[in-house]
């Protein structure tokens, strides 16, 4: 009997040491996300009541003076946002939400009115990735699809079924999606996926060619939270259970590790992604919120409550916080801060009348 | 905010409460015509028919049961009467009475429910007749055969209302107890008619009349320890915040907060108040009086059946005020719960033993036949009561049809109307154009969807297939027609990806029209479609309004056509639609 016990404990304890460590699981839904272009800047966060219907994804966007609310009219965003930047070009798709069961596009220039006519029949499934280069689009659907568009072509949808295999062998699956200049890659589409296995291929070509990535090792556990095309190829950002946050680039057609974010064993809530390459990430570690970021910085802790960054056209770093009253039905009340150095100065504050209970 | 969210029925609803009445009157004719039949059949055969009166007296016992059932049903039909039973029973008694009940339990009741909400006019008035019917049958037939199978009809009913009504009475939810009505009101109708179904000799037999009222003993018994079990919540009071934290003080609480007379709920509030304090003291009073009732019973002396008659009497009236609050407060109380029938069935079977009638021999009850002329003329006309609310529920049960009245009622009644329609000139989901002239010929439903709207409009659009569904082979003398009613989003891939995902793809009568702006926005202006895009992520706000165009393409009706919120609601905006533009050709 006793070594009947002892088995059965000891293959618990197994099964709880071949789990994955905490922080390394997926990311929140809806993480809010900024994109910077030289020219613009976005960024996509929720506000409005927590939970339910009554919370909406809300498009704030500057071109670096003040931060104005751009989200896409017409539409109900309480499905979430997804957001694609090239140059001045600004493509949200909206996610399925309630009844609405397919994802209309809308794409604006700078701060221009989203044109909400940017729609293909083809895309009509939850995506989960969104990318857009010069003249194409592409959405990552329901894991093995990829939609594209290029120019005024009607969408096309190829299945990434090798891609989608390599990801799901290591326990993972495709969860993002760059476009890439033609000439830097294969095809112009990188996939990238989590892992939680010690083979993790991190990225393949939408034809299901590897593409190592020197310098990180098969470390298990790895969860990719952003990939995004660059100017010179692409750029994501994984979180490793050992090593922190670990920003690779993709250049002359490998991957390179080139930076490591000291935010270990934080959790993300918002990462950041500028006109430079630049990396940001807002994490929570032990409990206090702090900022990390490429280069020679440190991590700085930031007093307050904050849920997003986003970089500017410049190059500077603001840090979003988001009240809520859902209670009064009043605006939310998003308040910015300038991040120079570890100091931060409140620049502005945006009132946003969110629709409570117009998606109801 | 139309187009942006459903709207629910309240249960005061004038329409469906109008109907309700009007169809109950109607009925009540058939009733009354029913009954001056029966009284002319019998005037006619009296003098011919052979007298029963020499034949033993019915048992006391018996005859106090079968009263005592007949006017409860009659009751309870009489509350089936209140005004909120059509759209409040499901929601308001039904669902809630399993809600402890495992899932298979609540999924019954649920099935029952669902019955309920498709009909609930025509369901409210059957069970009227029903228990009216059964009430009259179990008075006016005293005897022989005819009693007997109105004992069988109130036991199968009750049964019914057991099971798919009320989850068995809770007996699988947690927490049930006797005081609470547990086994629940209808078992105990249902043992109490069974009383009435044995032969009359059994009543006068004493092993069966004892061995009755030991049964009872044992229950009552059984359910005193069920109340006086550790860790049941029973012995519970007040909690340090003065909240009920007991069964008891639970229940007299929820109870005192039904609508009813301010002197019934003071009585109850007060002894809450008592059940709170003193909860031991309360409870041990109630499983004291159990036990002696029971055991009064299980003895079965004359003496010990008294005594446990007067105990079990005291019991139930006081379970019955103040605990179960009467019963049937509220609005849509369906009976004066256990305690009243209870009480009724320990008197019958306690007087069964008590004034044991000399023995019926055999042959005399082979003489009683159908029971004489009385029992054959108003049990029959009792019975085709019975019939008059069965025909319809029956239909109800195997009919997933809905009342095409409860889409009214959630929206102003339909206006008539006479005027022609505006010309114009749009884009099909197929990228076909289609003009109002090609649809001339046609009787046109129209109505204004928004193609990426997250509530309404994709409930429509699927009522919309619905309703073509309807329409079997006369769909193609109809054409369903929406107009887009987004400003922003109103390119034809976006009415190609609606059709798509609403399941009209491949209904060739279904036409999801887009244009350009200046055009959508004439057509909404003349339709008096009010739209609007805000900013923030909302979604575009319109009206829900769709308007019926007879052949000559000339506006005939428009009703507000917001879907609900229900899944029966929505039925019934297809069943109102098809049936709308049916009256139309």
């Known amino acids: 009997m006793r070594w009947f016990l002892r088995s059965i404990v000891l293959g618990a304890l197994g099964i709880l040491a071949m789990m994955p460590a905490v922080g390394a699981t997926t990311p929140l839904p809806n993480q809010p996300v900024g994109l910077t272009s030289p020219s613009v800047a976005t960024l996509s966060l929720f506000a409005g009541a927590n939970g339910g219907n009554n919370r909406f994804g809300e498009v704030l966007a500057t071109t670096g003076n003040r931060w104005v609310l751009d989200t896409p009219e017409g539409i109900a965003t309480n499905g979430g946002i997804l957001m694609a930047l090239s140059g001045a070009r600004v493509t949200a798709a909206m996610l399925p939400s309630q009844l609405l069961r397919f994802t209309p596009l809308a794409q604006a220039d700078a701060l221009g009115p989203f044109s909400p006519d940017f729609f293909g029949g083809a895309a009509v499934a939850a995506p989960s990735a969104l990318s857009t280069g010069a003249s194409t689009t592409a959405l990552l659907v329901a894991g093995n699809r990829l939609a594209v568009k290029t120019g005024s072509r009607s969408w096309s949808v190829r299945s990434v079924a090798v891609a989608a295999a390599v990801a799901k062998a290591c326990g993972g699956s495709l969860s993002a999606v760059a476009l890439v200049r033609p000439d830097r890659i294969v095809d112009g589409t990188i996939l990238g996926h989590s892992c939680s296995g010690p083979t993790w291929t991190p990225f393949t070509t939408a034809g299901g060619h590897a593409l190592a990535v020197a310098g990180l090792g098969r470390s298990p556990s790895l969860q990719l939270l952003r990939l995004v095309a660059t100017p010179t190829g692409a750029l994501a950002l994984v979180q490793t259970p050992t090593r922190g946050l670990v920003v690779l680039t993709y250049s002359s057609g490998s991957w390179f590790l080139s930076a490591t974010l000291l935010a270990h064993p934080g959790v993300v809530r918002a990462t950041a992604i500028g006109p430079r390459g630049q990396v940001a990430a807002l994490v929570i570690d032990h409990g206090t919120e702090r900022v990390v970021r490429t280069g020679s910085l440190a991590p700085c802790t930031v007093a307050g409550t904050w849920s997003a960054v986003a970089f500017t056209p410049s190059g500077s770093l603001n840090l979003f916080s988001v009240v809520n009253h859902p209670a009064h039905q009043l605006p939310s009340l998003v308040t910015v801060a300038a991040l120079s150095g570890n100091h931060l100065t409140v620049t502005e504050q945006l009132g946003i009348d969110v629709p409570y209970g117009s998606s109801a | 905010m139309t187009g942006m969210g459903g709207s629910g ?460 569904a309807l329409l079997g082979t006369d769909a193609q003398r109809v054409a369903l027609v929406a107009i887009n009613a987004n400003p922003a989003y109103n390119s034809v891939a976006i009415s190609q990806s609606f059709t798509e995902e609403n399941g009209l793809g491949g209904r060739a009568n279904w036409y999801f029209l887009t244009g350009d702006l200046p055009q959508l926005q004439r057509l909404w202006a003349f339709y008096d479609v009010q739209t609007s895009n805000s900013p923030a992520g909302a979604m575009t706000s319109h009206n829900d309004i769709t308007y019926l165009l007879d052949t000559h393409g000339t506006v005939r009706l428009v009703f507000a056509s917001t879907p609900g919120n229900t899944g029966i609601l929505h039925a019934s905006y297809s069943a109102f639609l098809a049936e709308q533009l049916r009256n139309l050709w």
């Open chain 2, 9 to 468: 029925l309240e249960t005061g609803n004038s329409l469906i409460t109008d109907a309700f009445g009007t169809l109950m009157l109607h009925q009540l004719l058939v009733v009354f015509s029913l009954f001056l039949l029966g009284s002319l059949v019998w005037m006619l055969l009296g003098p011919k028919f052979p007298a029963t009166s020499a034949l033993p007296a019915e048992p006391r016992g018996r005859a106090i049961l079968r009263y005592g059932l007949g006017i409860l049903w009659i009751l309870d039909a009489y509350l089936q009467t209140q005004a909120s039973m059509p759209l409040g029973l499901p929601d308001g008694v039904l669902r809630p009475s399993a809600t402890t009940s495992p899932s298979w339990v609540q999924h019954l009741v649920n099935h029952g429910a669902l019955i309920w909400q498709r009909q609930p006019i025509h369901t409210a008035v059957a069970v009227i007749w029903i228990q009216l019917g059964i009430g009259l049958w179990l008075i006016v037939a005293k005897r022989g055969w005819m009693s007997r199978l109105g004992a069988m009809a109130s036991i199968a009913w009750a049964l019914s209302i057991w099971s798919a009504g009320t989850g068995f009475g809770a007996i699988f939810a947690s927490g049930s107890s006797l005081l609470f009505g547990s086994p629940g009101s209808s078992f105990v109708y249902a043992i109490a008619s069974s009383f009435l179904v044995v032969p009359m000799t059994k009543w006068s037999s004493e092993r069966f009349t004892i061995r009755s009222v030991k049964v009872l003993g044992g229950f009552f018994v059984a359910m005193g320890v069920l109340q006086a079990w550790p860790g049941r919540g029973t012995w519970a009071g007040f909690d340090r915040h003065h909240q009920p934290a007991g069964q008891i003080v639970a229940m007299a609480t929820t109870m005192a907060q039904t609508p009813q007379p301010h002197v019934v709920s003071s009585i109850v509030s007060s002894f809450a108040t008592l059940a709170g304090d003193a909860p031991v003291l309360v409870n041990a009073l109630f499983v004291v009086a159990m036990v002696v009732t029971g055991a009064g019973l299980l003895v079965a002396s004359k003496r010990s059946l008294n005594v446990a008659l007067v105990v079990g009497l005291v019991f139930c009236a006081v379970t019955w005020i103040f605990v179960e609050d009467f019963g049937f407060f509220g609005g849509v109380g369906t009976d004066p719960n256990t305690m009243p029938v209870l009480a009724l069935l320990l008197v019958g079977l306690v007087l069964g033993v008590t004034r044991r009638p000399a023995g019926m021999t055999e042959g005399e009850e082979a003489r009683e036949g159908l029971g004489g002329l009385v029992a054959i003329v108003f049990g029959s006309v009792s019975a085709l009561i019975v019939v008059l609310g069965a025909i319809p529920l029956a239909q109800a049960s195997v009919s997933t049809a809905v009342d095409p009245l409860l889409a009214q009622a959630i929206n102003t009644p339909p206006q008539t109307v006479h005027f022609a329609g505006l010309p114009f000139t749009l884009t099909d989901q197929r990228g076909h154009t289609v003009t109002s002239a090609s649809l001339k010929g046609k009787v046109v439903a129209l109505t204004f969807l928004d193609p990426v709207c997250v509530s309404d409009c994709p409930t429509i659009a699927r009522e919309m297939a619905a309703t073509d």
